[in-house]
């Protein structure tokens, strides 16, 4: 499982293990400026890594993408580590990043 | 009359993604994934999110597809409900039932969300689990809660760590458990399904439990592990010998009727209703386990 305690940064959400058929998810959103909004947007950074890149990066991206684009997430730095993830694995494993990371920057609201 | 196969139901737990998507291939008559004590609190969230995915993306050939929540009195288990009920299971597994209205307030709950997600109102079965003596003294009212209910379990380790018994290999300390759990099964004509048996490694003794369950009228018994199944299902599926003379019973009986007598003789012993009745179970269970001779699969429809 993940090491639960890095979802204790501010904006970052961590999620998913390095098990097989599983991904870890490491999703940072930008934090809420003083006084309301977030930093400038500076769009989505995806970093992939998996033994199966060649074959499978590209849907692996496009899944993540989705997923994030169904989150209304537009700003955000997101690492994959997969290990053989199926397609609802790896977007349960990122939804649940996202999540982490609002709760995450939401506890840390200036 | 058909008979719902439930000899194994297999414990999957739900953060694991290897396990719930190879969950299929074993040949479990019923699939259990677990967002309650297989998943640690810290990843309920993660748990519930992946087996909704799961659910949605991966068919479970012809298993039963179980899904046990964390209680209603916990953060969790309404925000299970939520986001498991549109995946329509087929059966949610209410944990730590105490009272009928620890099933009603599912049944409730769970008929909202039947409503929202455009699924059938009451087409999700329940299947409360006992596992305190307060649950225990009030099965009856459990098994009679609601409609939906449409098996017992029950959880060995925690009612005989609240009763204050001591768990030994063969069981005594459940006896009056499984005894008034079966009863109440019966008057609510629901089945009675059997706690998990621990040792994962001793399949003489999961044989001998599972037997003894079947023999005091329990339909299946809940398996931690993929190898307990075929050992379940050996002792919860009549053998060759059990079918063959079920089917003299039915036989003998029939012979019987055609003579105008109610009680004949079958095998040296006296064969009467009750008696047929028995063999028609054997044979309901042989024929739903695929065990009945082809040439029999009509005769006990």
Known sequence: MNSGHENAVPGRGVAGSFESCDALVVVTLPLPLPGGGASASGGVSLHLESPSLAVCGERMRRVALETLRALDVNDADVAISDRGALDCTLAARVETAVRRARASAEVNRP | ?301
């Open chain 2, 1 to 301: 009359m058909t008979t719902t196969l439930r000899r194994s139901s297999l414990y999957v737990p739900g953060n694991n993604p290897s396990m719930l998507i190879n969950a299929g291939i074993y040949g479990a008559d019923v699939l259990v994934f677990d967002l309650e004590d297989a998943v640690p609190f810290a990843e309920k969230d993660a748990a519930r999110i992946l087996l909704r995915n799961a659910l949605s993306a991966v068919r479970y050939a012809s298993a039963e597809v179980v899904v046990r929540i964390n209680s209603l009195s916990t953060p969790f288990g309404r925000e299970d409900l939520d986001v498991i009920v549109p995946q329509r299971p087929d059966t949610i597994r209410i944990p730590k039932c105490e009272t009928a209205r620890d099933v009603t307030d599912v049944d409730r709950a769970v008929g909202e969300l039947e409503a929202a997600s455009g699924i059938e109102r009451g087409s999700i079965r329940f299947m409360p689990i006992i596992e305190t003596a307060l649950g225990a003294w009030n099965v009856m009212e459990i098994a009679t809660a609601c409609p939906r209910v449409t098996a017992l379990n029950f959880g060995a380790e925690d009612y005989t760590a609240d009763i204050g018994a001591i768990r030994t290999k063969d069981g005594t300390e459940l006896a009056d458990l499984r005894a008034r759990m079966l009863l109440a099964a019966r008057v609510a004509g629901v089945q009675a399904l059997d706690s998990v048996y621990s040792d994962v490694a001793d399949d003489d003794g999961l044989y001998e439990e599972s037997r003894r369950a079947r023999i005091l009228g329990f339909d299946g018994k809940s398996v931690i592990h993929p190898r307990q199944i075929p050992v379940v299902h050996r002792a919860f599926t009549p053998s060759e010998k059990e079918i063959a003379a079920a089917l003299r019973v039915e036989r003998g009986l029939a012979e019987g009727k055609r003579m105008g007598v109610g009680v004949v003789v079958v095998d040296g012993k006296m064969v009467d209703a009750p008696v047929l009745k028995r063999a028609r179970k054997v044979l309901e269970l042989a024929r739903a386990a695929g065990a009945l001779p082809k040439e029999e699969e009509s005769s006990c429809r």
